[in-house]
């Protein structure tokens, strides 16, 4: 069985200061899904890697792909309280019915 | 452009009621999922539907729910005689499966309240 293990698995930070959010597995994954969740509302998709090592930039956050395709990370600088919220990883099987593997998620509130 | 809508977006039953959840996907996508979710937690599977067909639920689902989705468009969620424990966000979501790098549109969400 496939598990994506987030942590930490809540965060309390000041405004301006910097975090790494992980999410790891035993297993390899085709691709890796980061989604942010806001109170009453569906996760919204913020980006997908798909190859070892990868970086991707958006904005002020950063997401790493690992080498080995078994762990990502999620690096946010001078968190502002807009990023508040439920921050989910997923991860992307293979075979026919490739429905996604769930991380059970980091809640981030970020103080003023 | 229309997301994926869900209605309705709250609701309220008692104990041994039937509620029944619509999800409205976007259009072309031939992919829709249910999931459930407690406050705090990640989504978690419950079914889903390529197309009109049903490919996979979860063995955690019990005989009192169901879900269609008649003509490969959108899909209703029933839960018969409700519990306490079934109170939770219901979530759906749609995608255009393509390959390994499937992304989740998802709707805002039912929340059920069984008192």
């Known amino acids: 069985t496939q598990l994506l293990e987030q942590s930490p698995q809540f965060l309390s930070i000041q405004e301006g200061e910097n975090l790494t959010v992980y999410c790891n597995s035993s297993?390899?994954?085709?691709?890796l899904q980061w989604y942010r969740q806001e109170p009453g509302e569906g996760p919204v998709l913020l980006v997908t890697?798909?190859?070892g090592g990868e970086v991707k930039k958006l904005k002020r956050l950063t997401f790493q792909f690992g080498d080995a395709r078994k762990d990502s990370s999620l690096h946010i600088t001078a968190a502002q309280p807009g990023d508040t919220g439920l921050y989910l990883c997923?991860?992307?099987?293979?075979?026919?019915?490739?429905?996604?593997?769930w991380g059970l998620g980091t809640s981030l509130a970020v103080n003023p | 452009d229309t997301g994926v809508s869900q209605d309705p977006r709250h609701k309220i039953t008692k104990r041994g009621q039937n509620v029944t959840f619509r999800c409205d996907p976007i259009?072309?996508?031939?992919?829709l999922y249910w999931y459930r979710q407690t406050l705090g937690q990640g989504p978690e599977f419950l079914t889903y539907?390529?197309?009109?067909?049903?490919?996979?639920k979860s063995r955690l689902l019990s005989d009192r729910f169901s879900a269609e989705r008649p003509k490969g468009s959108f899909s209703t969620l029933e839960i018969q005689r409700t519990e306490q424990g079934d109170s939770a966000m219901y979530l759906c979501?749609?995608?255009?499966?393509?390959?390994?790098?499937?992304?989740?549109?998802f709707g805002s969400g039912t929340q059920l309240s069984v008192l």
């Open positions: 297993s390899v994954f085709s691709s």
């Open positions: 539907f390529q197309n009109e067909a049903q490919l996979e």
């Open positions: 979501a749609s995608s255009l499966a393509a390959g390994f790098n499937e992304k989740l549109f």
């Open positions: 259009s072309e996508h031939n992919r």
């Open positions: 997923a991860g992307g099987g293979a075979g026919n019915n490739r429905k996604l593997i």
């Open positions: 890697v798909v190859t």
